[in-house]
């Protein structure tokens, strides 16, 4: 005679069965989506770091951009100009000199350039904005720096609108903390702006995730 009971525990092993197997798999899930979680997380954090360190070396690389001291050494490839005096290769020299310390700084700007696409992926795409501030500082200083090396003089003062011009380009090349030229400094100004805004965005994210870890 047949085991009335056969088919009940055949059917109750395989509930059963399911049912462990479906708790591993939502444990697994739970894990994997916590995993996941954990990795993204990590990864904000490392552009965070990232983007952070970059904003405070920018303070040194710009200082030493616009830094007022340069030898005749940072213009000495210079091409010369017709009729020449030293006197004028000098003050056009001091004009190359920032322009080479931009050019050497190359590996620097490129990665900011690298890291604005990661940074806009984890903060926003409004975030572009906080990057233009370091480009846009930059261009200022190339720009600046262009256009004082083709003139020949220093504009007359009673031209106020062209002698206003020649005196902000200079302000925008050469560094003005502390001095009377400070109200001119622009460029300054856009850097200070883009360190303070990359420190309101990454640094809550790295003090959380290190609170989180600790």
Known sequence: MADPWAFGWTQLFTICGLL????????GLRTFDKWRQE??????????????????????????IRS????????????ESEEESPKERMRRGSYYAILRRLDHNREFFDRAWKLQPRFMAVFGANSEDIFSLLHKA???????CETLLSEKEE???????????WL??????WASRGSPRA???E??????????????????????????SS
């Open 20 to 27: 462990i197997s479906g708790g591993f798999a939502y444990k």
């Open 39 to 64: 990795q993204l997380e990590q990864r904000k954090i490392d552009v965070a770091l990232d983007a952070l360190a970059l904003a405070y070396e920018s303070k040194y690389v710009f200082e030493h």
């Open 68 to 79: 007022r001291m340069s030898t005749s050494l940072e213009w000495q490839d210079m091409p």
């Open 138 to 144: 930059r261009g200022a200083i190339e720009i600046s």
């Open 155 to 165: 504009p007359a003062r009673n031209d106020k609108e062209s002698y206003e011009l």
């Open 168 to 173: 902000q380009m200079r302000a925008d090349i």
């Open 183 to 185: 109200e001119r400094d």
């Open 187 to 212: 460029v300054g100004r856009k850097l200070d702006d883009f360190v303070s805004k990359i420190e309101a965005r990454c640094r809550p994210v790295i003090e959380h995730g290190y609170h989180k």
